[in-house]
Structures are given as structure tokens and as C-alpha cells.
T-cell receptor, first 107, second 112 residues
Framework: KNEVEQSPQNLTAQEGEFITINCSYS?????LHWLQQHPGGGIVSLFM???GKKKHGRLIATINIQEKHSSLHITASHPRDSAVYIC?????????FGTGTRLQVFP | ETGVTQSPTHLIKTRGQQVTLRCSSQ?????VSWYQQALGQGPQFIFQ???????GRGNFPPRFSGLQFPNYSSELNVNALELDDSALYLC???????????FGSGTRLTVV
């Protein structure tokens, strides 16, 4: 079993839909990261969380430390949101990544 | 802030050759980590350098080695390349230790 599990693996949506991506982890962490990766590979850090909730534009990230679970929400989704979204946790000495959720938003 | 820059962006090598990938860390960051991302997979931790010393290593063979320089830039060296080494290699820097990462755009290595 992977230490960081994401669901779903693939997600398609119509423009305007509300999207939720989930992440569960099984190790002790100091922080959880949500990352966005576009075709071509470059990774952009969206959020770093250690508790509670953060919001940036149409993106919202929440974390429940007790349940070892985090969610990334996208409101009013747009085709430019199409990308791979990766959850990663800061473990004792390294980042541990989930395998990513591939999101496609259609007009 | 200049961000994290990786070079080259793309590279094709022949099996058995050696390769060096480079990463310049963000200003003020003294920790650099390297990750290998195979197609369709999440990134896997290779190793981390803190103040020029290796500070953690993932499950990669010794032919994967690295360096960090006094300006905190870093190199990843891979000897005796194998076909399975074909992947995107990502570098990330952080201010200290395991927090506040900035990622580079990656180097896509193809071994033929």
C-alpha cells in the first residue's frame, strides 16, 4: 500500500463544475502539499498545509490531521485547470508523493 | 527570487553512457532534493542535499550520485545508464530541511 493515496486517478468534468480530489496518507507528516503538473512536466506548488484550510482564487485545500486526509477543491472549473494534481507529504526526511489525479475539464 | 532552474530541459542518451543534470536553487534555499518521475507515476525521492552534504537517500542504486555546491546549486549524475532510467528528473529547493519547496520544470531524460 502506498503511503500517499489519491482518488480519483482520473477525473473529467464540464466547465463550471465543482471538483474534489482526495488524498489520504499513512505516515507522520510536518506538512502536506498540493501540486499542479502540466504536460511537459513542470510542477507548481499550489498549497502547503499543516492544519485547517487555505483558499487561493478558485482553489481551496483542507486537511484533517486526525483523519490523515486532505482534499483539494476547484470551484467553477475551467479548461485551463486541466492538469495532473499531485498530493505530497513532508515526511521525516523527504517528500512522499501520491501518483496524481489527472483532471480534464471540457468546455 | 529567480526560482529553480534545471538544465538541460531534454536529453537523449545511449544505454551505458553517463549523464549530468543541473539544478540552480532558489535564492535563500540551502536544501535541494532530486526526484525521478517515470511516465504515469508520481515522483520518487532520489536524495537530498543540505549544505553540500547528502542528507537522505531513497531506494536508488549508487550509480545515482549527486553534488551540492557552495552556492547551493546541485548536480545529479547517473552512470551506466539503463533504459529504465528514462524519466522526468525534478529538482526542488527549500529554505531548510523539509518545508516550503519550490520545484524546477524538470529534465526529461530518454535512454535509447
Amino acid at each position: 500500500k502506498n503511503e500517499v493515496e489519491q482518488s480519483p486517478q482520473n477525473l473529467t468534468a464540464q466547465e463550471g463544475e465543482f471538483i474534489t480530489i482526495n488524498c489520504s496518507y499513512s505516515v507522520g507528516i510536518s506538512a502536506l502539499h498540493w501540486l499542479q503538473q502540466h504536460p511537459g512536466g513542470g510542477i507548481v506548488s499550489l498549497f502547503m498545509l499543516s492544519s485547517g484550510k487555505k483558499k487561493h482564487g478558485r482553489l481551496i485545500a483542507t486537511i484533517n490531521i486526525q483523519e490523515k486526509h486532505s482534499s483539494l477543491h476547484i470551484t467553477a472549473s475551467h479548461p485551463r485547470d486541466s492538469a495532473v494534481y499531485i498530493c505530497a507529504v513532508s515526511g521525516p526526511d523527504k517528500l512522499i508523493f501520491g501518483t496524481g489525479t489527472r483532471l480534464q475539464v471540457f468546455p | 527570487e529567480t526560482g529553480v532552474t534545471q538544465s538541460p530541459t531534454h536529453l537523449i542518451k545511449t544505454r551505458g553512457q553517463q549523464v549530468t543534470l543541473r539544478c540552480s536553487s532558489q535564492s535563500g534555499h540551502n536544501t535541494v532534493s532530486w526526484y525521478q518521475q517515470a511516465l504515469g507515476q508520481g515522483p520518487q525521492f532520489i536524495f537530498q542535499y543540505y549544505r553540500e552534504e547528502e542528507n537522505g537517500r531513497g531506494n536508488f542504486p549508487p550509480r545515482f550520485s549527486g553534488l551540492q555546491f557552495p552556492n547551493y546549486s546541485s548536480e545529479l549524475n547517473v552512470n551506466a545508464l539503463e533504459l529504465d532510467d528514462s524519466a522526468l528528473y525534478l529538482c526542488a529547493s527549500s529554505p531548510q530541511g523539509n518545508y516550503g519547496y519550490t520545484f524546477g520544470s524538470g529534465t526529461r531524460l530518454t535512454v535509447v
